[in-house]
């Protein structure tokens, strides 16, 4: 079955460090793919998606590539903020680009320190 | 903020307990989807409701139960408690209109089964 795979946390960076974490799916067919954030206390927030390969999806300075060829979706940032500091969850629908039946990641924590 | 809220924030049953657990999506919102979060790791999609229907449900037992309502409200009732269903249990809403639409979390129920 579909699936999705992050790697392991917690990552902790200073502060204008790059980050990088990775995600790789396993999907039929061609799944959109989602990188959401969760903050301390805070339900799950999209912050960013693509809907098929070689799509860039990017916001507040996160950027991921939908690479079919390695499926995979990295979340990239150049310079990490304190404020960053939240899980990432990387997740998979192949419900025709809806977000109806999400298949998530188990999360990484990052922390970033001042 | 999302616009989404669930009640009550933390709840503490006894194993064969039944227990409702309460969403507010945002107005207008049409759908609602319901995620199961065991402690590290990432969502598990249980079902959806899409205007007062189940549309769609992952992999759980048919003791875990839906109700959609017309003021935008949903409930999530689980019966026979099990010590495994502890978890933080996440609504999300969206407005279904065409093939491609977001997701807005709530914060969470954090159920502990005893």
């Known amino acids: 079955g579909n699936s999705v795979t992050q790697m392991e946390g917690p990552v902790t960076l200073s502060e204008e460090a790059f980050l990088t974490i990775n995600c790789t799916y396993t999907?039929?067919?061609?799944?959109?793919l989602f990188w959401y954030v969760q903050y301390p206390g805070e339900g799950l927030q999209l912050l960013l998606k693509?809907?098929?390969?070689?799509d860039k999806g990017s916001n507040k300075g996160f950027e991921a590539t939908y690479r079919k060829e390695t499926t995979s979706f990295h979340l990239e940032k150049g310079s990490v903020q304190v404020s960053d500091s939240a899980v990432y969850f990387c997740?998979?629908?192949?419900?025709?680009?809806?977000?109806?039946?999400?298949?998530f990641g188990k999360g990484t924590k990052l922390s970033v320190k001042p | 903020e999302t616009g989404v809220t669930q009640s009550p924030t933390h709840l503490i049953k006894t194993r064969g307990q039944q227990v409702t657990l309460r969403c507010s999506s945002q107005?207008?919102?049409?759908?609602v989807s319901w995620y199961q979060q065991a402690l590290g790791q990432g969502p598990q999609f249980i079902f959806q409701?899409?205007?007062?229907?189940?549309?769609g449900r992952g992999n759980f037992p048919p003791r875990f139960s839906g109700l959609q309502f017309p003021n935008y409200s949903s409930e999530l009732n689980v019966n026979a408690l099990e010590l495994d269903d502890s978890a933080l249990y996440l609504c999300?809403?969206?407005?279904?209109?065409?093939?491609?639409?977001?997701?807005?979390f709530g914060p969470g129920t954090r159920l502990t089964v005893t």
């Open positions: 999300a809403s969206s407005f279904r209109a065409g093939g491609d639409y977001e997701q807005y």
């Open positions: 999907a039929t067919g061609y799944p959109s």
């Open positions: 693509a809907t098929k390969a070689d």
């Open positions: 997740a998979l629908s192949d419900d025709g680009g809806s977000q109806g039946n999400l298949i």
């Open positions: 107005s207008g919102h049409n759908t």
């Open positions: 409701y899409y205007r007062e229907e189940e549309n």
